[in-house]
């Protein structure tokens, strides 16, 4: 009879270390990243023609390099 009753102690000893160790075990959760978005810019509503930002739209220029520019056919008469 007392081995049923030091068998039935040591295995409610046990039960109780297995349900207290779960509980403080820490749970990993998968990193799940957001899929990336792909950006596509949208064309500009008017066509405008190369040359400074100062000039009007539908005047011509040449770009000459650094930031000078001359207007089409307004060069050096020869």
Request: proline residues 9%.
């Amino acid at each position: 009879m007392l081995k049923i009753i030091v068998a039935a102690a040591v295995a409610i000893s046990f039960t109780s270390i297995d349900v207290a160790n779960a509980a403080t075990k820490k749970k990993r959760h998968k990193v799940q990243h957001p899929a990336p978005i792909s950006y596509v810019p949208a064309a500009p509503s008017t066509q405008r023609t190369p040359g400074p930002a100062w000039a009007s739209p539908n005047d011509c220029f040449t770009d000459e390099g650094y930031g000078r520019y001359l207007r089409c056919g307004g060069g050096m008469d020869m």
